[in-house]
């Protein structure tokens, strides 16, 4: 089984906030998402780039996956920012509003021409209406893209949706693009949630994204990632049924049978395969300091 990296909770914050950087270096969050795009008014956007990149390459969060979400291909401040990024060298650059292999490509090339280290890799926004259509390809257009992010914002927007409990009209494009992912062996972050003071509603929808079986959330304030972590971990209960399929079915194996029950329920090699990947997830959430 590949490295297994916990991504239960992404924090997105402005990038011109210097009092939410210092922040981030102490909350539980798996990783953070230095943002450039719509949280920094246009006027700050060049100061907050600094900033941001800085941040990105002090070595100051800890076991924080640190990205930069840089502003769109078709904006005035796209080239420099992703320049400034690849010279940082953050976990990732995340590219907002990607529609296409070719817009995938581009940054890639970017990046190379950047002089970006290998680890730096591309999580690329799908946030459109276009993106849900092309979600394949862009998440099989390059190795270094490793991660898929929803815009649900950007998403709603473009589809004249309305934000409901439960996201009917968004469950088609949340369904493309996991397809997408798990097609292409890519990690997938649902969407962010905007009431901030609306936690019920907030972690039914991470019930419901982890049914759905994104990886993690991204998040816009402090008081969702506890909440976050808890739901897109696996519960004792699950590690504990986990552990329990795995056994029956090393002794069935032993037995020479490739089928078992366990608690009335057949198990099969598949089951065994998702215990696993259960365990190997609780692990690595309890390596972290
Ligand atoms: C949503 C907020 C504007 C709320 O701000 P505020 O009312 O000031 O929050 P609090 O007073 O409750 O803050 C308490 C303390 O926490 C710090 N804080 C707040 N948010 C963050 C954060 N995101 N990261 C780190 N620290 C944060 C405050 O500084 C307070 O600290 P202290 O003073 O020490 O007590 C605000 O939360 C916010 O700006 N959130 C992020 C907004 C953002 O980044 N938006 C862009 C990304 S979302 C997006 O674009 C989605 C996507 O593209 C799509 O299409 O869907
Ligand atoms: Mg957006």
């Known amino acids: 089984m590949s490295e297994v990296k916990p991504r239960r909770s992404v924090l997105y914050m402005p990038g011109a906030n210097e009092r939410a950087l210092e922040k981030a270096k102490t909350l539980p969050a798996d990783a953070l998402i230095l ?86 890799k591309i999580w690329a926004m799908v946030e459109t209406p ?22 649900t914002n950007d998403l709603a927007k473009e589809l004249h949706a309305e934000f409901v ?20 062996g890519k990690v997938i972050l649902d969407g962010v949630y905007n009431d901030v003071q609306d936690l019920a509603g907030f972690e039914a929808e991470c019930r419901q994204g982890r049914e759905f079986g994104f990886d993690g959330k991204t998040l816009i304030h402090p008081g969702q990632i506890e909440p976050c972590n808890r ?22 194996k032993a037995a020479g049978r490739g089928v078992v029950t366990v608690d009335g329920r057949m198990i099969e090699n598949l089951h065994v395969d998702n215990a696993r990947r259960i365990l190997a997830l609780a692990d690595a959430i309890a390596g972290r300091r």
């Open 35 to 120: 943002d450039l795009e719509d949280a920094v008014a246009p006027d700050a956007k060049e100061a907050a780039r600094e900033r941001v990149c800085a941040a990105a390459a002090s070595g100051a969060y800890g076991d924080r996956e640190v990205t930069i979400r840089v502003n769109g291909l078709d904006t005035e401040w796209h080239d420099a920012d992703l320049r400034a990024a690849a010279q940082a060298g953050p976990a990732a650059v995340v590219v907002p509003k990607v529609d296409s292999a070719t817009d995938v490509h581009n940054i890639e090339r970017a990046l190379e021409l950047g002089g970006a280290p290998e680890k730096t």
């Open 130 to 151: 276009v993106a849900m259509l092309h979600a394949e390809e862009i998440a099989a257009a390059s190795e270094r893209l490793t991660v898929l992010v929803m815009g």
């Open 165 to 184: 409990p439960g996201r009917a009209p968004l469950l088609g494009g949340l369904s493309l693009c996991l397809l997408a992912a798990r097609a292409t």
């Open 231 to 252: 739901a897109f971990a696996p519960s004792e209960g699950e590690v504990a049924q986990a552990r329990k399929i795995i056994g029956a079915f090393e002794e069935a």
